[in-house]
């Protein structure tokens, strides 16, 4: 059975960085494809960065990038979301989720949550002002 656990959330302040860790059990690491979306309280989950396993592909939403970034440690069947220069409007659930399904194209495909198999419960990201 997989499971998806995330990790390293916390407080901080703004212009803060934090980075968050994901490993997956219980499947091969080598393949598949790994995001990060997150929730602000009242609103609707959003994607935020997804990655190829076997390539090391990336994409990462427009309002976030160049302030996160998505990576993967194979020895340690971990992917990781360095998240800097930290907005309170960064304040939410981070979650993270995994598919053995590899289409060509991450934005059209690993940008929307059906894409993905497995979800972690999440972590909780609080940027005080």
């Known amino acids: 059975q997989v499971q998806v656990v995330e990790s390293g959330g916390g407080l901080v302040q703004t212009g803060d960085s934090l980075r968050l860790s994901c490993a997956a059990s219980?499947?091969?690491?080598?393949?598949?494809?790994m995001g990060w979306f997150r929730q602000a309280r009242g609103r609707e989950r959003e994607f935020v960065s997804t990655?190829?396993?076997?390539?090391?592909?990336?994409y990462t939403a427009d309002s976030v990038r160049g302030r996160f970034a998505i990576s993967r440690d194979n020895a340690k069947n971990t992917v990781y979301l360095q998240m800097n220069n930290l907005e309170p409007e960064d304040t939410a659930v981070y979650y993270c989720?995994?598919?053995?399904?590899?289409?060509?194209?991450?934005?059209?495909?690993?940008?929307?949550?059906?894409?993905?198999?497995?979800w972690g419960q999440g972590t909780q990201v609080t940027v005080s002002s």
């Open positions: 990655i190829k396993i076997s390539t090391g592909d990336t």
């Open positions: 989720a995994v598919t053995d399904v590899e289409f060509s194209s991450l934005e059209y495909y690993y940008t929307r949550e059906i894409y993905y198999t497995f």
């Open positions: 219980g499947r091969a690491f080598e393949s598949g494809v």
